[in-house]
T-cell receptor, first 113, second 113 residues
Framework: NAGVTQTPKFQVLKTGQSMTLQCAQDMNHNSMYWYRQDPGMGLRLIYYSASEGTTDKGEVPNGYNVSRLNKREFSLRLESAAPSQTSVYFC????????????FGSGTQLSVL | AQSVTQPDIHITVSEGASLELRCNYSYGATPYLFWYVQSPGQGLQLLLKYFSGDTLVQGIKGFEAEFKRSQSSFNLRKPSVHWSDAAEYFCAVGSGGYNKLIFGAGTRLAVHP
């Protein structure tokens, strides 16, 4: 029972470098989400995908792109990393019903120097 | 716009004491309300949720929360805290389908023996 799997767990980038955070879920969930968590600010939604083939912006989408590769996978890309993107990133997923809870991955700690 | 306020950044209680964590929300319609808990280095785990009906909801680990529409509040309570409850607690509000689940900044709970 893997649930939601994120890779990598830790990453250090230099300003201007690019990278992709990977997320996969094995629960056949329709909706997937990317959040960032910063001290004193809770979790903020970056992008979400309500179903395969669709993506929408959340609260803080600038500087990020996403791809819903298939029903299982939802990746987050930083094209040109900035120090302000230093954060902990969480992927989450949930099923079709409105009252289903979010399942979270264990997070990716990203530092941009 | 939706928003969530958790007025207490840090709370310290003694083991065995009662606990109340405050949450106030701003949302025009009837909200979907959630409490999540995050242990260090982990993703978030759902404690309980309110969608409709009985305003007092029971969750896992002995937690409960009460929805008070007149006060726009959804406070989390536990009658007797255990040392293992030390964690960060997040209140969240979502619109229909909660694709844009908005989190509060969190309350960090410390438990003294």
């Amino acid at each position: 029972n893997a649930g939601v799997t994120q890779t990598p767990k830790f990453q250090v980038l230099k300003t201007g470098q690019s990278m992709t955070l990977q997320c996969a879920q094995d629960m056949n969930h329709n909706s997937m989400y990317w959040y960032r968590q910063d001290p004193g600010m809770g979790l903020r939604l970056i992008y979400y995908s309500a179903s395969e083939g669709t993506t929408d912006k959340g609260e803080v989408p600038n500087g990020y792109n996403v791809s819903r590769l298939n029903k299982r996978e939802f990746s987050l890309r930083l094209e040109s990393a900035a120090p302000s993107q230093t954060s902990v990133y969480f992927c989450a997923s949930r099923g079709l019903s409105t009252n289903e809870k979010l399942f979270f991955g264990s997070g990716t700690q990203l530092s941009v120097l | 716009a939706q928003s969530v306020t958790q007025p207490d950044i840090h709370i310290t209680v003694s083991e065995g004491a009662s606990l109340e964590l405050r949450c106030n929300y701003s949302y025009g319609a009837t909200p979907y309300l959630f409490w999540y808990v995050q242990s260090p280095g982990q993703g978030l785990q759902l404690l309980l949720k309110y969608f409709s009906g009985d305003t007092l909801v029971q969750g896992i680990k002995g937690f409960e929360a009460e929805f008070k529409r007149s006060q726009s509040s959804f406070n989390l309570r536990k009658p007797s805290v255990h040392w293992s409850d030390a964690a960060e607690y997040f209140c969240a509000v979502g619109s229909g389908g909660y694709n844009k689940l908005i989190f509060g900044a969190g309350t960090r709970l410390a438990v003294h023996p």
